[in-house]
């Protein structure tokens, strides 16, 4: 099922927060949360217990996304990441595609140590055709029943994508990989979570969510659409 939201009619100030993973900007305050996280349909597509907010500010050349995870057993989520991978570890995942298209898209993956890998795909996920480093500024920070984080994604950092090719309407989704204390670091013992409703997992590409918000650029009006 393809999921649509709308992000509130507003340009945020590139600068407007300082990426430190704690989301305790005014901006934030201002921005629409989205929660309703869910497993894959085939692993149930319930909502999950502990579940995950997100919320994006649109800027002029920029993106920010902040994520809020709850997690009732934070020290266990923090003392077992830094010797695992962003994908091993408790992790969240955003997924963009300027192009609105499921064909090529672009994953960031950041655990909940700040350890972070970016990739671009072709053909839905199946290949990765060139070497891909983005400059983009990340911060995660861990609370009392909660982590959090916060991205900075510059346009530029999407440079996979040609101009020819940027639409006004993007694909994107936001997921959650979740270790449970007590079982093995498998795919049996983590709970994956996402906004989109997926069907097997998160290259699902198909089913990535759809929105819009206009802002004021150069005098002209452009739209974004996540």
């Not at 997100?54 to 809020?68: M, T």
């Not at 671009?120 to 996920?125: A, D, M, V």
């Not at 060139?130 to 911060?139: E, L, R, S």
């Not at 989704?173 to 996402?194: H, L, P, V």
Request: hydrophobic letters at 40%.
């Amino acid at each position: 099922t393809k999921m649509e939201f709308q992000l509130d009619n507003k340009l945020f100030e590139k600068g407007c927060v300082t990426v430190d993973g704690r989301l305790d900007e005014p901006v934030w305050q201002e921005a629409k949360a989205f929660t309703g996280f869910t497993t894959p349909e085939a692993s149930g597509g319930n909502l999950v217990e502990c579940q995950t907010t997100f919320k994006i500010l649109p800027c002029a050349d920029r993106i920010y996304v902040g994520v809020r995870c709850e997690e009732p057993d934070i020290d266990f989520v923090v003392k077992s990441a830094p010797e695992r991978t962003a994908f091993a570890a408790d992790s969240v995942e955003i997924f963009l595609s300027p192009g609105c298209t499921p064909f090529s898209f672009y994953q960031f993956c950041i655990s909940v140590v700040n350890k972070v890998y970016a990739f671009y795909y072709e053909e839905s996920g199946v290949t990765r055709p060139d070497p891909y480093a983005p400059v983009i500024h990340t911060a995660t920070y861990a609370g009392e029943d909660y982590w959090s984080v916060e991205a900075e994604i510059p346009f530029t950092a999407l440079y996979m994508t040609s101009n020819n090719v940027w639409q006004d309407t993007w694909m994107m989704n936001i997921t959650r990989s979740r270790n449970i204390q007590g079982r093995a670091y498998t795919a049996g013992g983590r709970e994956n979570s996402s906004w989109s409703k997926m069907i097997t997992g998160f290259f699902d590409s198909d089913v990535f969510a759809h929105s819009a918000v206009y802002w004021l650029v150069d005098e002209a009006f452009f739209s974004f659409c996540i």
